[in-house]
């Protein structure tokens, strides 16, 4: 079966579906987007990936394409047309077709919208949790407006190529000796103490939905959690150190370049988050 793509108000094979050529997102990244994971037909975090959505069309002055509630409909009916219970499901919004140029186009230019899906299987993700992941550090090179979700992520792509190369699952990023963020996920570490450390939020990180869920539930835990700027040389001697985004959930690290993390081993902190999170997530 064909994968099925939204695109401006018709539903096609994904191998047919396309954006005109001087569309904005295809010229200067002149879009937001984002990714909502699903499980058993239901969307988890669905309401903060909205907010955070409208946040970022607002930041950048792109009209909505529709309201909420249709939006909606039209994620409904992307996981019908491609039969998935158990997705990704991908949005893009973006300023829309105009001639070349670097000027914003005439008000009233209608907004472009693309929704894709594709299969998740929780299984891999479970498996790779278990295990832990490695990761390497990279500078961060991004600008310096992360906190709106574009689609400019050629920055990011780069740091997570030389992960791949190393054999890594992830890049932290680096910027001024402090670790920000990775090029796809938030970083936390835990200190000798047992608190969770993670950068706050603020224009130099995006504002992970996964991660705001994850600060719930160690609330609910009586985990201390402290938002502030950690080191790499930190991160390296933490007791454990972890990832979260939406198709990570929480993501053991066990070795940030080379360095082995703790004992090497997911550890238990990060363990009892990842199973909590999950449990929260799809409750709603």
Same mark, same amino acid.
């Given at each position: ?146 906190? %709106?979700?574009? =689609? ?9 190529? /030389?992960?791949?190369?190393?054999? &890594? *699952?992830? !890049? ?83 070795? %940030?370049?080379? =360095? ?9 902190? /990060?363990?009892?988050?990842?199973? &909590? *999170?999950? !449990? ?5």
């Amino acid at each position: 079966m064909p994968r099925i793509a939204y695109v401006n108000g018709r539903y096609l094979p994904q191998s047919r579906a396309s954006v005109h050529v001087e569309d904005r997102g295809y010229q200067f990244s002149d879009s937001v987007y984002e990714v909502c994971i699903v499980m058993d037909g239901g969307y988890w975090d669905l309401e903060g990936h909205l907010a955070r959505l409208e946040r970022s069309l607002g930041a950048l002055k792109i009209a909505a394409p529709m309201d909420r509630a249709a939006l909606q409909v039209v994620m409904k009916e992307i996981l019908r047309r491609n039969r998935l219970k158990n997705a990704l499901v991908y949005m893009q919004v973006t300023r829309g077709v105009a001639p070349r140029n670097h000027s914003f186009p005439p008000e009233g230019t209608p907004p472009s919208l693309v929704v894709t899906a594709r299969r998740f299987d929780i299984r891999q993700s479970d498996a790779r949790a278990e295990k832990g992941v490695a990761v390497i550090s990279q500078p961060d090179i991004r600008w310096g407006r992360v906190d %709106i979700k574009t =689609t400019g992520l050629l920055p990011n792509a780069l740091a997570k190529q /030389a992960a791949s190369e190393a054999g &890594a *699952y992830e !890049a932290l990023l680096v910027r001024d000796g402090h670790v920000t963020e990775c090029s796809s996920s938030n970083a936390w570490i835990i200190d000798e103490t047992g608190a969770l450390i993670t950068h706050p939020k603020a224009e130099a990180i995006l504002g992970g939905i996964t991660r705001q869920t994850v600060i719930a539930c160690a609330e609910e835990l009586q985990i201390k959690v402290i938002e502030r700027p950690f080191t790499l040389e930190e991160a390296k001697a933490a007791k454990e150190a972890f990832l979260t985004s939406a198709s990570s959930f929480v993501m053991p690290v066990i070795s %940030i370049d080379g =360095t082995r993390i703790g004992s090497g081993s997911p550890g238990p902190v /990060a363990r009892r988050l990842r199973e &909590a *999170y999950k !449990a929260k997530a799809a409750n709603g």
